[in-house]
């Protein structure tokens, strides 16, 4: 069952706060002395930096799989650290980010430090609207699990996870997996919060991983009896055929599903119950085009559902775990926090310079 912090940066305390959880996930994901240590010097940097340049803000940790991970290898544990505030914004990211650069009496070189040490980073900064930035560390640089890294598909998937009320656990749980030339994104939603609902969603994830080759309709029916023993949840299921080019949808309960393709926007509706429990005796799955300028958005009851995409939403180059916490930041404020457990998974495909 997976445990996510979220640490409200507003003072120069919580600092240490976010390297204590930085360093209780790096040992959860199995990262040795050196690959913790560097998660911790990002972290820190981040956390500084939403004191000096936003007035506060917060951080985000979790552990994820490798982005789209193929279960036929080693799964590699990665630590994700996500900032992310209300704060000016940058009028030039590409500047932020050179070592050098600064805006306060610092050396200005926290940016470009983080994005050496990550093994993937990625920011985006909208003026008068905020920043988020987003690391991810595993095992090696470079490295997955001690292994090399399987070809990556032409889709990738991102997301954050944000417990309600600052709990140690949450009740949704999001994975994206491939099999073959089959992208699977999933979310779920444990019934009520708290450790009982994380293990209803967790189930779900590893059954996922376990069919991973599945339609979603079947995989879902597959699921009910799965989270038999669990509080159940709503899962909704999106499956990409690279190789057809379509899309493929199906979902019971309250996930809320966008696509996008191009500049127009559609919903992706799921049936009513609950996996295992109340589930719809029909499990329709819908099938649409998926392009290279698609992007799909799931997400849980915790975001308000009329949520604006924002310019974030329509960026060919941003890391989709990115576009969701930029999805989250912009549907709250310090003044209105997430009511609920909240969690964004965002499907889109990866820009051709960076297939390998």
Known sequence: MPRV?????????????VRVATDEAAARAGLDEDR???????????????????????????IVDSPTADPAHERARIVQIVAVDHGPGMYNVEAALRDGYSTTASLGAGLGTCRRVADDFDLHSTPGRGTVAMARIGARPGRSGGHARPARPPVRAGGINIPFAGADYSGDAWAGVRAGNLVTLMLADGLGHGPDAARASSAAVEELRRSADMPPAELLRRLDGALRDTRGAAVAVAQVDVAAGQLHFAGVGNIGARLRCGDKWQPLLSR?????????ARLPQRQ??????????????????????????YSSSLDPAVVAAVIVRDASSPARPVRDDTTVAVLSPVPPDRIS
């Open 5 to 17: 912090w979220e640490v409200p940066v507003h003072d120069s305390t919580r600092v240490r706060d």
């Open 288 to 313: 649409v085009g998926w392009e290279d300028d698609c992007l799909l958005v799931l997400h849980s009851d915790g975001l308000p559902s009329r949520w604006s995409p924002g310019p974030a939403a």
């Open 272 to 280: 009513p119950g609950i996996v295992g429990a109340h589930q719809s």
């Open 36 to 62: 913790t240590a560097g998660a911790t010097l990002v972290a820190t940097e981040l956390a500084t930096n939403l004191l000096k340049h936003a007035g506060g803000g917060w951080i985000l940790l979790d």
